[in-house]
């Protein structure tokens, strides 16, 4: 007699992978909940979280005016004040007047005067008393780039979006209500020679040249 046939039926392989399917087919079953209309499990964003944001354009619209423009403006440090702390210590610097995420450069609320001049494209420069080093700039447009604004205040983290993507989109879309709010009514490059002060935010990442994303801009 082989040893297939000498063996019970519920010891041979065919019947104990046999067994092994209906265990997992009966698993399954018990496992799976049915729910009725209306009855569906909420849908919620990364982690779990309900109050993740999946409009950028739209959390853009609503805050910039009545959260992150006064968020800056109210925060915003003297440049040369500002300029003494960061190259004392950068990190505390932005520890104690800045923002970022991660480990990204830090970005600042700002506010200086001076001397509009002419400077390169997207920018003019600010010609600020005193200051020689470094260069300062104001952007114009027409694309407003970077994430001054939306780091400086130290209040919008990745963590509220769902995505990188929409992160990033954030940034823009906070340029873009900028833009909207402030550069659509003036021409800096028409205003070479007038002395104005701006408020707004810069990321620093350029120790030789401060690049400041304006939210307001007044002539003296």
């Known amino acids: ?37 209306g009855e569906e499990p909420e849908l919620v964003g990364r982690g779990g979280n309900s109050d993740i944001i999946d409009d950028p354009a739209a959390y853009a619209q609503e805050e910039y005016s009545t959260v992150i423009k ?7 440090v003297e440049l040369t004040e500002l300029l003494d702390a960061i190259q004392a210590d950068v990190d505390a610097a932005g520890e104690e007047y800045g923002g970022r995420n991660g480990q990204s450069a830090w970005s600042f609320p700002v506010t200086a005067t001076g001397t509009i001049a002419e400077g390169s494209f997207g920018e003019v420069t600010l010609e600020v008393a005193g200051l020689t080093e470094p ?13 001054a604004l939306r780091d400086a205040t130290g209040t919008i983290t ?32 028409e205003m070479i020679g007038q002395e104005v002060t701006v408020t707004g935010a810069f990321t620093y990442d350029d ?14």
């Open 70 to 76: 006064p968020a800056i403006e109210d925060n915003a």
């Open 207 to 220: 120790s030789g040249h401060i690049l400041i994303t304006p939210t307001s801009i007044e002539v003296q």
């Open 158 to 189: 990745f963590s509220m979006f769902t995505n990188q993507t929409d992160f990033a989109s954030v940034a823009t879309e906070i340029n873009n209500q900028m833009k909207d709010d402030l550069l659509a009514n003036m021409d800096l490059t």
């Open 135 to 147: 260069s300062v700039g104001i952007q114009t447009g027409p694309a407003i780039t970077g994430t």
């Open 1 to 37: 007699m082989s040893d297939s046939t000498s063996k019970p039926f519920w010891r041979r392989a065919a019947f104990g992978w046999a067994l092994m399917w209906v265990v997992i087919i009966v698993t399954v079953v018990v496992s799976t909940r049915v729910y009725t209309p």
